[in-house]
């Protein structure tokens, strides 16, 4: 498997050169989101006072800076992916192919991630020279960080993977993909943290799986869990990575039985 990545990982970097300025378009649109956040909610923290909700305007300046480091290395575009493949048949060569076709989306997804490293640390650097956070991190939640971010990534790929795989049942899957990530935009920390949101609404937070992609690893690795909040947040990422190893499983099966392509 290490052979098949590597060849697929080294496509994919080919790949991913041909559309640099495309790149360099999508990674100005991913880094302006969290920068608007991260500018409104330090001022009206300076107009209240100095704080909301327990966050200062350094609090704030060191969330958005490690969530857009977090949903960049946790995001895919999968769900926006299977509508055309379906549609224009191009998954039929993908099927006659022995190797699971997951291997390669995730090889894809990987290699623009180590491409993107190049813009997105040194914007996170211009940030924190911008805004000076307020960084209460240890070596140990580093540590537990990056378990949390292997789990979130593959959690967040195998979810978003599987409900791709609806344009099996149906071509026009845009209108789905717009309401699952209008979902995740309030409900995994990116308008803004989980804890200044009503009390129902962090309430069903809790049990999707958005928070446990974005805002978990995040809330971690600044110090704002307890011990027992960061143990119960992994284990909750090992059953959302188990679901969704069970749903790709069985939606792909059913799914294939189901395929007829469509064609351009």
């Known amino acids: 498997m290490f052979s098949i990545y590597w060849s697929y990982l080294k496509t994919a970097l080919a790949l991913q050169f041909q559309y640099r300025v495309a790149m360099s378009i999508y990674m100005i649109s991913r880094l302006l989101e ?29 969330y958005y800076i ?12 999968i769900m926006h992916e299977y509508e055309f493949r379906i549609r224009s048949g191009n998954l039929s060569a993908v099927l006659l192919k022995p190797i699971h076709p997951i291997h390669s989306d ?49 959690l967040r790929f195998l979810l978003e993977w599987s409900l791709a795989l609806i344009a099996f049942w ?49 809330e971690l690795v600044l110090g704002r869990l307890s011990t027992g909040e960061i143990a119960s947040g992994l284990m909750t990422q090992a059953v959302w990575l188990a679901i969704g ?8 099966w059913r799914g294939v039985k189901k395929y007829s392509a469509v064609g351009a």
């Not at 490690?66 to 575009?77: D, I, R, S």
């Not at 190893?245 to 792909?252: A, E, Q, S, T």
């Open 34 to 62: 969290p920068t608007v956040y991260l500018v409104i909610w330090t001022t009206v923290a300076d107009a209240r006072g100095g704080n909301v909700g327990g966050y200062t305007p350094a609090d704030f300046a060191a």
């Open 66 to 77: 490690v969530l857009m480091l977090v949903n960049q290395f946790t995001f895919t575009w």
């Open 106 to 154: 995730l090889a894809d997804n990987i290699g623009y991630k180590v491409l993107t490293s190049v813009i997105i640390f040194p914007a996170a650097g211009f940030l924190y020279w911008l805004f000076d956070p307020a960084f209460q991190s240890s070596l140990t939640l580093l540590g537990l960080f990056t378990v949390s971010m292997i789990l979130a990534y593959l």
């Open 170 to 218: 149906t071509t026009r899957t845009e209108a789905f993909n717009q309401m699952y990530f209008l979902l995740g935009l309030f409900l995994s920390g990116r308008i803004a943290p989980l804890d200044l949101l009503p009390q129902w609404l962090r309430a069903i937070a809790d049990v999707l799986p958005f928070k446990w992609a974005i805002a978990f690893p995040v």
């Open 245 to 252: 190893l069970v749903l790709h499983r069985v939606v792909w």
